[in-house]
């Protein structure tokens, strides 16, 4: 099933039409966007960069990872409304981009490497919380999620230029 009229529908509707029409409105949920992003990414960095061993080395991953996690899924939820409104305006001319599809399958793998990570790795985390050096599976974790954060950022860039 071609997904072209659902985006044309979505496209046309009031909402998506306002978006677009109104000049302040795209600037701002941009601007929105681009921060949250930068939240989220800065955060989740916090915990790459500490399951890595190169930053925070005498704190716990569990106590880094308690402090920043509310503001993470804060980011998070600011990134996924803002993202939505701004699909709604373009969202022809999103669905043939290929740095906006890119970014949405860099996203997917982002969000599913986080619930892997946790459901295995991290469960046992009482027995490594407070090593310098994680298990090389955190480790490894943590470089492909700073790797896919730092290509969702990229592809999102890129996304104006196609």
């Keep these: 099933m071609p997904l072209f009229p659902l985006f044309q529908w979505i496209n046309d509707t009031g909402v998506a039409t306002a978006i677009r029409e109104l000049d302040w409105v795209f600037p701002i949920i941009e601007t929105v966007h681009v921060l949250a992003i930068a939240l989220v990414a800065g955060t989740v960095a916090i915990v790459d960069l500490r399951l890595l061993g190169i930053v925070l080395k005498h704190e716990r ?36 981009n ?29 027995a490594w919380d407070d090593a310098r050096t994680t298990p090389w599976r955190a480790r490894l974790t943590a470089a492909l999620s700073l790797t896919l954060w730092s290509g969702i950022i990229v592809a999102g860039r890129a996304i104006a230029y196609y």
């Design 98 to 126: 290929p740095a906006f599809r890119l970014k949405m399958l860099l996203l997917f793998i982002a969000g599913l490497n986080p619930l892997v990570f946790h459901s295995t790795i991290y469960r046992s985390v009482a």
């Design 61 to 96: 991953v569990s106590q880094v990872a308690g402090r920043v996690l509310p503001l993470t899924w804060a980011g998070f939820v600011a990134m996924f409304v803002s993202g939505g409104l701004l699909f709604l305006a373009e969202a022809t001319k999103s669905y043939a």
